[in-house]
């Protein structure tokens, strides 16, 4: 039971990041959702430009050692994620430049959303030349 413990919070800790970098789409749909996102976002940010290991992957290397497994040292994107990506390890250069991804995608999307919508509210007459 404790095992699945730790793989639920494995794939919640999946599902937030995939919500920092993308959550921003979800503004399409809410207007308020920026507040949500957000902040989940400028946290992904700062775990990685600070290198610190996140609560995530601190409670499920708590789990996995209550279930008798070992846990990890690493953060959860070294453990998991950076061998597919980087097989050479993380450095403090990968953690910045993971940092910068969360900022672009981020920018990218929001850019997009403001585009979107100006052009949404714009009248025929401001599209005429």
Same mark, same amino acid.
């Given at each position: 039971?404790?095992?699945?413990?730790?793989?639920? +919070?494995? &794939?919640?800790?999946?599902?937030?990041? *995939?919500? $920092? %970098?993308?959550?921003? /789409?979800?503004?399409?749909?809410?207007?308020?959702?920026?507040?949500?996102?957000?902040?989940?976002?400028?946290?992904?940010?700062? +775990?990685? &430009?600070?290198?610190?290991?996140?609560? *995530?992957? $601190? %409670?499920?290397?708590? /789990?996995?050692?209550?279930?008798?497994?070992?846990?990890?040292?690493?953060?959860?994107?070294?453990?998991?994620?950076?061998?597919?990506?980087?097989?050479?390890?993380?450095?403090?250069?990968?953690?910045? %430049?993971?940092?910068?991804?969360?900022?672009?995608?981020?920018?990218?999307?929001?850019?997009?959303?403001?585009?979107?919508?100006?052009?949404?509210?714009?009248?025929?007459?401001?599209?005429?030349?």
């Amino acid at each position: 039971m404790v095992r699945w413990a730790a793989d639920g +919070v494995l &794939l919640l800790h999946l599902a937030f990041i *995939l919500f $920092a %970098l993308f959550g921003g /789409l979800l503004a399409l749909r809410w207007r308020w959702f920026p507040w949500v996102h957000l902040p989940a976002a400028i946290w992904g940010f700062w +775990v990685e &430009l600070s290198g610190r290991i996140c609560p *995530l992957t $601190a %409670l499920e290397n708590a /789990l996995r050692r209550r279930a008798g497994e070992a846990g990890y040292g690493e953060s959860f994107i070294e453990h998991y994620l950076l061998d597919l990506i980087y097989p050479a390890g993380l450095t403090s250069t990968i953690q910045y %430049l993971l940092a910068a991804v969360v900022i672009v995608v981020n920018l990218a999307i929001y850019g997009w959303l403001c585009k979107y919508k100006r052009n949404r509210h714009s009248s025929p007459e401001d599209n005429e030349v």
